[in-house]
């Protein structure tokens, strides 16, 4: 009875997530070459006010590939077949297959900060190139240094 009354206590105290509220979404065709192996997927992306990128990929399913979630801080998460099992952690030090969302999700993020037009962005690990007009983005491109992986994203909208 007594362990009873500590596993429902315990399960009373953990943290629930809040649900996620998008401020806005797109969807986007996304192409992700792993290993030279090309994958094209159906996605959406969203972006919550509190600064959350939510990415959702599919491929001629209803059921979810892989969904992908960046907070604001250093925190993100993913779970789905893609993924084998589900990742929670820093993004400072994501797996290598969920890096390059970590550098896309961190320029979504960001994106209504970007001017209208083309640019490219470097960091020590990666390359990105945003393609912006009337104020949207157009494409999201990433390339890894390390491994030659290409994530990129085109806009719907």
Not at 54 to 60: I, P, R
Not at 142 to 156: H, K, Q, Y
Request: some cysteine; overall charge positive; aromatic content about 6%.
């Amino acid at each position: 009875m007594v362990l009873v009354a500590c596993l429902f206590a315990a399960g009373c105290a953990t943290r629930q997530e809040a649900p996620f509220v998008p401020k806005s979404s797109s969807l986007a065709l996304t192409q992700w070459r792993l290993d030279g192996n090309p994958l094209v997927f159906d996605s959406v992306v969203a972006l919550s006010a509190d600064g959350i990128v939510k990415v959702t990929l599919f491929k001629q399913a209803a059921t979810p590939l892989l969904e992908l979630q960046f907070g604001p801080g250093d925190q993100g998460s993913a779970h789905g077949p893609l993924v084998g099992r589900s990742w929670r952690g820093n993004l400072g030090n994501p797996p290598i297959l969920l890096a390059p969302w970590a550098a896309a999700a961190n320029i979504l993020r960001n994106s209504d900060a970007l001017p209208n037009g083309e640019r490219e962005i470097h960091t020590g690990a990666y390359r990105a190139a945003v393609s912006k007009a009337a104020g949207k983005l157009k494409v999201l491109s990433i390339v890894s240094e390390d491994t030659g992986d290409v994530l990129t994203l085109r806009f719907r909208n």
